[in-house]
């Protein structure tokens, strides 16, 4: 999952960013725009929307979503809580939630999948708590009951087996693809990455 970020993106494209990162292997995109305001957020979903195959995601904003027809929400601790979301989203519509502790887990038992983080300390969100590493991430996996779970929070290429082995089903990236030249390539190898750990 490519989740855009205002400082990494500075004056590029998001919408010609994310078709290389869907060419490159991406399955989802995130539209994570802190410093944007909700109109211009909902712009940037909306063009999304109609350019990429694969689904994409509005963080913290069931709203926008909705009016962009994104294919779900992504969620955090301080969000609109997850069954609010639930209620007002039509059938089919995801609902993601940011779990990094036991109590956070507990809170998000309606959501479709967990991102579960951070894997390692990041840059990108200052407020992510301590490094899960992969034994955190698997602990945390183990309270899912079976939904999907990603692993967010500075995770490298070569950390993607890591993460299928402790249960994971997909990463999600920030600068590891936007802090690159080459966000195909970058896409690439993390596809690589989770292509390597299917026989483990």
Known sequence: MLVTDDRLLGARDPVALAREAEAGGATAVQVRLKQASP????????????????????NDRPDVALAAGAAGVHLGPDDVPVPVARAIAPAGFIVGASVGSEAEAAAATDAD????????????????????????????????????????????????????????????????????????????????????????
């Not at 109109?39 to 350019?51: C, N, T, Y």
């Not at 407020?127 to 009951?145: H, I, K, P």
């Not at 939904?147 to 590891?176: F, K, N, Y």
């Open 113 to 200: 999948y967990w991102g579960i983080g951070p894997w390692r300390v990041t840059s990108t969100k200052a407020d992510a708590g301590e490094a899960l590493g992969a034994a955190g991430f698997a602990r945390l996996v183990a309270l899912a009951n079976g939904r999907p779970c990603i692993a967010i929070g500075a995770v490298r290429p070569e950390d993607v087996p890591l993460v299928r082995a402790a249960g994971g089903a997909g990463v999600a990236a920030i600068s590891g693809l936007l802090a690159t030249d080459d966000v195909r390539r970058a896409a690439a190898a993390y596809a690589r990455g989770w292509s390597s750990g299917e026989a483990g």
């Open 39 to 58: 109109r211009e957020q909902l712009a940037v979903a909306r063009a999304l929307v109609a350019a990429l195959r694969i689904p994409v995601l509005v």
